[in-house]
């Protein structure tokens, strides 16, 4: 694999609609056989994922890496609870952020780095649904005003 920024392979779009997103941190991912194939072809799902803290350690629950088709009996189950890597500095900085209330591990999109799977990993405070209604006028006024100067530059 080509060394470089990578690619990403897939996005949590509803992360940044339900959450105000403070702080993110870049972790591994431990795999098995063949996930990695898997998602190289695309084929993940973070729609319905999350982050715990489990014993000192990071894991992803419901990602959804499909099955590699020629994977036959060396296939995955596809929404295994994952560990993620990352520094110890960083685990302990993540415990004392998410026991605060309103916080929580949103992860952010899953991408290759270097040949090795990364995945973003943002620290979100929920978003109340009067956030999330004042979000969506401020896109609507700011795509509205985008039209405007384009219609007047024609």
Do not use: C, W
């Not at 998602?39 to 973070?46: D, E, F, H, K, Q």
Request: charged share 30%; no cysteine.
């Amino acid at each position: 694999m080509p060394r470089g920024p990578g690619k990403t392979i897939a996005q949590n779009k509803k992360a940044g609609h339900d959450y105000f997103i403070e702080e993110t941190f870049e972790a591994g991912i431990v795999l098995q056989g063949t996930e990695i194939k898997s998602i190289r072809a695309g084929r993940v799902n973070l729609k319905e994922s999350f982050a715990r803290i489990h014993n000192g350690e990071v894991f992803i629950h419901n990602m959804h890496i499909s099955h590699y088709e020629q994977g036959n009996i060396y296939n995955h189950d596809p929404t295994r609870a994952r560990k993620l890597l990352l520094h110890r500095k960083q685990i302990s900085q993540l415990i004392g952020a998410t026991q605060q209330k309103g916080y929580a591990l949103v992860p952010l999109k899953i991408y290759i780095k270097n040949g090795v799977a990364k995945l973003l990993l943002g620290l979100g405070r929920g978003k109340k649904k009067y956030d999330k209604r004042e979000d969506l006028k401020r896109k609507q006024v700011n795509r509205e005003i985008d039209r405007a100067i384009k219609e007047s530059l024609k």
